[in-house]
Structures are given as C-alpha cells and as structure tokens.
C-alpha cells in the first residue's frame, strides 16, 4: 500500500536536488533574466516556475502540472505581443519558462500574474515574477487588490504557515499529490480552450499517432504495416485538411441550444461527410481518418457542448457523448435500412459487434478507463508512452478493424495475448519490448491484421492529454 502511495505520488520518478545546485540555478535565471530585458528594454518579462515543496524539483507529474498551467497562461496571452515564450521543462531543478511581451504596461501584466495564481487550479504552486525597466517595479500584491497567496494544506496565507512551520513535509506533498489526483485523476479536468487551440490539437494528435513508431500492423514512418495504399506522408496530408472541420464540429457543439443532442450529433453529420470527401480528395482514395472522424467529430463537438460556460470534465463530456448517441446501434446497425450494408452494419449482422457506434452509444469508455491512465502513468519519452497507450487499448477492446480484416472475432484473443507479453516484457522502454512490436508488426503483415479501432482511441487519447497537459503542446 505504502509502495503504491510513493509510486503515485507527485513526485515519483524524481532526483532530490541539494541545496548548492538549487542556489546555483536560482544565479543563472536571474542572470538569464536580466540579460533577456538588456537585450528587450521594452518589453516586460513574465518568468515562469513551479514552487514545490521538498527536496524533489521536477518529476513527469510535475511536468504534467507545468504544462497545464502554461498552456493556461499562454491561452491568456495569445492576443498578446509576444516576443519570446519559451520553456525548459526538463531541468533537474524544476521546471521554469520565459515570456517577453510587448506593448503592455507592467501593472496589467503583474494583475495577470496575480489573476493566474489565484484562479488557475495549480495557480497557487506557481510563481509569476513580473519584471520590466518600468519605475512601478515595486508594485506588491496589496497596492494591486490580491489577497496574500494561500497556503496549499490550510488556506491561511502561505507566509504565515511556512514560517511557523505549521505543516510537516509529508503533510504538504500528501495536500499536492492530493490536487493531483483531482486535476488530473479522478475527474480529469479540460478546461475551456479556444475551438482553434483544439482543432490544432485534433490534428497534432492525428500526426502523433501516425509519427509513433513502431506500431503492429499499422502506418508508421519505419513501415506501412498492412497497408498497401498509404504511408506516413499520406497520414500527414489527411490530417491537416482535417483541420477546419474538427473546428466547425466544435463550434457546433459551442452554440448548440437545448437539451436533446441527438439534434447535435445530426448537425455535425453533415461537416463530418465533408471532411470525410476532403480526407478521400487528398488521400487518392484511401481511408486514412475516416473511423477517427466520426469519433473525434462526436467527441469535440460534445466538448463544445460541455464548455459552453467554462471549464468541463472528461466525465462530463462522456456523458453528453452518450445522450448523443443514444439508440445509434438499433437505429443503424439493428434496423438495416439501407440495401448497401457498410462495414460496420456487415459486421454486427455477422458477428453482433456493435464497432465504433457501440463505443461512441457507451461515451467512449477505454479513453478515460485505459488510454489516459497508461498516457498519465508513463515515464518514458512520448513515444513510448504512446505506444504503450496504444498497445494497452488494443488489449482492452473489440477491435473492430481487426476483427474486420481477420475475418474472425477469435483474432481478439489473440491480440489480448500478444499485450499481455508485451507488458510482461515491460513495454516500450525495454528492448525486448521493443524487439517483441517489432516482430508483431511482421506478424500482422503476414496475417494482413491491423488495430485501426485502437489506433483511433489512441488519437483521441492524445488529444485528451494535450487538452490536460500530460503531453507537452
Ligand atoms: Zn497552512
């Protein structure tokens, strides 16, 4: 139990840092920052870092919090003349990054500062120094209207409980690894980004997917996996075209009045057939996206719906997601209304497999229940914890993709056991790991099997994990 708490906690994964190489830190950003305003007069400078309590400065879950909170701030800034933004997130002694804005005046920014620790969930770990060469340096959070900052454990002002030491160590990292498990755990919060932020984001995770490497079966940039009529490249023509209509579908939901959204899901329909002839027009043909459309397009378009007043949670939109699809496999697949069956219509005819309507009609549930937590638990580089994402989903789903392409349900078994070793072999950090995709990718290409259904709750995972902040953006 106790090694479960310490695997879990914030903190985990991370090297203790002496106070010598803290100091030593501390000289060179004051340093970095006064040669960042000599070479900027007139900018004023936003410098960014975490205040952690305790001996460990930077860890993944650490990152994880960093990156929500710069993608907070930077959502703020972004009508903003920026001259500079950049971060060093991996720095042993915590995360830290660096903003230059032009043409606004110290106090507002120093407000926008003070407004970010105060609002923002994490808003109290972080420290804002605003700096300029303006004479109203001094400004304190009083002469500005803010509270004194809030201790993490009690409320009472931060000051005061660190100089009586009234909370223990443990006590402080037990309150932070709490916040965590509410931000990100629990009830993952998405906050409510712009709908161009997120039809980025849609379209950077099509390219993460496809940019993953080496996945069984699938496109990849080492090898084309079963498919003989696209690459990479083709996966990276699709993708960007895609970008307008993940935006429309979003917005879609944004304005949508009313309570019934199955009326949202018909109005997405059609800006999803668009996108689907676009995708095919720049594909020459082949089906790159088209599973991911429909999916992603449900998905956005219920997060519109979700964050219509603010900020949501991944529950929140799984549940519009449900009401949206509501009667989807007896209205399309049960029913056969339509003389030319599709795919998926075949395939519940044949096997009673309700395919991609069935996970939609049950909100999508392996994002939230496989994907993010493999994505969120991973500490290796992206790709590996990619991978790994995609090969625990494979593992935990009815792949109808592949079940379309074997020809035979029983190819599920099959893919459950080939995870379970790979797992077993400890996944993409390993080299028998890595070896053993390697040569499940040979395999599916002998077997001509692919995972385009897990492939698919892999992108919506990424999405999800850019949208949190457990991917940096
Ligand atoms: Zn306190």
């Not at 920026?82 to 043409?103: K, S």
């Not at 003070?114 to 808003?123: C, H, P, T």
């Not at 496109?219 to 490249?233: E, K, N, Q, W």
């Not at 549940?319 to 699809?325: E, F, K, L, P, S």
Request: aromatic residues 8%; hydrophobic residues 45%.
């Amino acid at each position: 139990m106790q090694e479960e708490h310490t695997a879990k906690a914030v903190t985990a994964g991370g090297q203790p840092v002496s106070l010598t190489a803290l100091l030593a830190s501390r000289e060179q950003r004051v340093a970095y920052q006064r040669q960042l305003l000599a070479d900027n007069p007139q900018a004023i400078l936003l410098a960014i870092k975490l205040n952690i309590p305790g001996p460990v400065k930077n860890s993944p879950k650490i990152q994880h919090i960093f990156q929500a909170g710069w993608l907070a701030l930077w959502e703020q800034l972004a009508d903003l003349n920026c001259v500079t933004a950049q971060q060093e997130r991996t720095l042993i002694t915590g995360p830290a990054a660096y903003i230059l804005v032009q043409g606004q005046s110290l106090r507002e920014m120093k407000s926008l500062a003070m407004s970010f620790e105060r609002d923002f969930f994490f808003g109290r770990l972080f420290d804002v120094d605003v700096l300029g060469a303006s004479s109203d340096q001094a400004l304190s959070r009083q002469d500005l209207g803010f509270a004194p900052r809030p201790c993490l454990v009690c409320d009472q002002p931060a000051k005061y409980c660190a100089k009586s030491g009234r909370h223990d160590l443990a006590t402080i990292l037990a309150a932070l690894d709490e916040r965590y498990q509410a931000y990100f755990v629990r009830e993952p919060v998405l906050p409510h980004w712009s709908s161009a932020q997120v039809a980025r984001m849609g379209v950077a995770a099509c390219l993460y997917e496809a940019t993953a490497t080496i996945k069984p079966g699938l496109v990849d940039p080492f090898s084309v996996g079963a498919h003989r009529d696209m690459t990479a490249f083709t996966f990276m023509d699709s993708a960007l075209v895609l970008q307008p209509y993940f935006e429309k579908m979003l917005v879609q939901g944004r304005r949508f009045q009313g309570d019934d959204v199955t009326a949202l899901l018909a109005a997405i329909r059609p800006i999803g057939r668009e996108a689907e002839t676009v995708m095919f027009a720049h594909t020459t043909g082949a089906n790159t996206h088209k599973g991911i459309l429909f999916t992603m397009g449900i998905f956005l378009a219920a997060y519109g719906y979700a964050s219509q007043a603010g900020a949501t949670t991944l529950a929140q939109v799984q549940t519009v997601i449900r009401a949206m699809a509501r009667h989807l496999v007896a209205q399309e697949l049960a029913a056969r209304t339509t003389a030319q069956a599709t795919a998926g219509q075949k395939q519940y005819a044949r096997f009673q497999l309700t395919g991609v309507r069935g996970e939609v009609e049950r909100g999508l549930q392996p994002l939230a229940t496989v994907g993010l937590p493999v994505l969120r638990e991973g500490s290796g580089t992206v790709n590996e914890r990619l991978l790994d994402s995609l090969l625990a989903l494979a593992g935990a789903i009815d792949d109808s993709t592949l079940i379309k392409r074997a020809g035979d349900p029983a190819a599920v078994s099959t893919v459950k056991a080939a995870v379970a070793k790979y797992f077993a072999l400890g996944g993409a950090q390993t080299s028998a790991g890595f070896r053993y995709l390697t040569a499940l990718d040979q395999d599916f290409i002998a077997k001509n099997w692919t995972l385009g259904g897990a492939a698919d709750y892999l992108i919506l995972t990424i999405l999800v994990g850019k949208m949190t902040g457990l991917l940096p953006d």
